[in-house]
């Protein structure tokens, strides 16, 4: 029963086009942007509009870096943050696919280091593990901030330490949002005997195209730097606060060109251009929410559930935002945010680098967008 609502929209997405976003919308949505920035709201973005295969708008808004006054392109170089487990959420399917691994495998078949032999593929792919992160560990807060604020040399380094520290419910329980994606990370790493960087490079990024987008910030004049503003309310170069960046979890590096081919895979139900990257299986995998079913378990994202690696609207009454029935997508924490709206047939994404702040960009957009025109 939990799929049904999903895969009903989607059975009209692919029947039925409704034109939503008109030229108003894009005027609106165009002078709204130039005005955030003309109101020092934020230091730069760049925006990616697309419906029914037609690009509305790529644009950059602002500056990329105050010491060179670089202005931001779709080849502007942004850390994704979490908008990387969408990415490991497809290199994990694609292995299980390869394998004939299923996704109610416990994790512990390949990867014995995880101390809970019952926790699954899928758990781990929808947050439901039963680890998580110090702002919801409840009284495993401080050995959660110790661990995830800790300077480790290697992934696998943290995975150990994660793993000592007791899950906060049973598996399936309940959604706590942590790092598990760094766990599966490792645990690709063994079923496949490949890097999890060189896996998701040959058999993601180079086949789709992606050549821009790698796990390493170059900090050079093609990125996107975070800036805050100092106590005269001027904008400054800033290093986001210490958190660890590992590839499964965090430390995507692209472009807004290459994310939006990776969306274009996703829509496409996981082939592009004659490329597949898995199959319409496990895309549907992907997209069945799996815990949520009232829309009310993200505390910043009323109206979700979450899928493996993204949320799925499934309650329009209490979502916070307009969107429709079946859109789904996710954000990063510096400033980073995707959507899909297969029944409109809408691909949208907004890069900046400003925590938190980020994903209120996108409801602003979108809330410009499907209003009615």
Not at 92 to 107: G, S
Not at 112 to 130: A, E, F, H, Y
Not at 238 to 261: H, M, Q
Request: negative net charge; hydrophobic residues 35%; aromatic residues 14%.
């Amino acid at each position: 029963m939990k799929s049904f609502l999903y895969f009903f929209v989607l059975f009209i997405s692919w029947n039925t086009f409704s034109q939503r976003i008109t030229q108003d919308n894009i005027k609106d949505l165009d002078l709204f942007l130039h005005t955030q920035v003309e109101k020092d709201k934020y230091f730069g973005f760049h925006v990616i509009i697309a419906q029914n295969d037609s690009i509305l708008i790529s644009k950059g808004y602002g500056k990329t870096n105050i010491e060179q006054n670089a202005k931001p392109t779709v080849n502007t170089l942004y850390r994704m943050a979490s908008m990387s487990k969408p990415v490991t959420t497809i290199a994990i399917l694609k292995v299980c696919e390869e394998n004939n691994i299923a996704l109610d495998t416990p994790v512990s078949t390949h990867l014995n280091i995880v101390p809970d032999k019952t926790v699954t593929i899928r758990q781990m792919l929808s947050q439901t593990s039963g680890w998580g992160d110090w702002w919801n560990a409840n009284h495993f807060e401080e050995s959660y901030r110790k661990v995830t604020t800790h300077d480790y040399k290697s992934m696998e380094e943290f995975v150990l330490d994660y793993l000592k520290i007791p899950q906060i419910v049973p598996p399936g329980t309940s959604w706590h949002y942590g790092y598990s994606m760094e766990i599966l990370a490792i645990w690709l790493e063994k079923v496949t005997s490949q890097s999890f960087t060189s896996y998701v490079d040959s058999n993601i990024f180079q086949p789709l195209g992606m050549f821009n987008s790698s796990y390493s910030f170059p900090n050079n004049h093609k990125c996107a730097y975070y800036h805050e503003k100092n106590d005269t309310g001027q904008w400054e170069r800033k290093e986001p606060s210490t958190i660890n960046y590992f590839p499964g979890s965090g430390a995507l590096v692209s472009t807004a060109s290459d994310y939006f081919t990776f969306c274009q895979m996703l829509y496409n139900m996981g082939e592009i251009n004659g490329v597949r990257i898995v199959s319409q299986e496990m895309i549907n995998e992907m997209l069945t929410v799996v815990i949520g079913e009232n829309g009310d378990i993200i505390p910043w994202q009323s109206g979700y559930g979450f899928a493996l690696g993204v949320s799925v609207r499934i309650n329009d009454k209490i979502a916070k935002m307009k969107g429709t029935l079946g859109d789904y997508g996710w954000l990063g924490y510096l400033g980073t945010s995707f959507w899909i709206d297969p029944e409109q047939k809408i691909i949208g994404i907004v890069l900046s680098q400003r925590p938190y702040d980020g994903y209120k960009l996108t409801q602003d957009v979108k809330n410009i967008l499907y209003t009615q025109k």
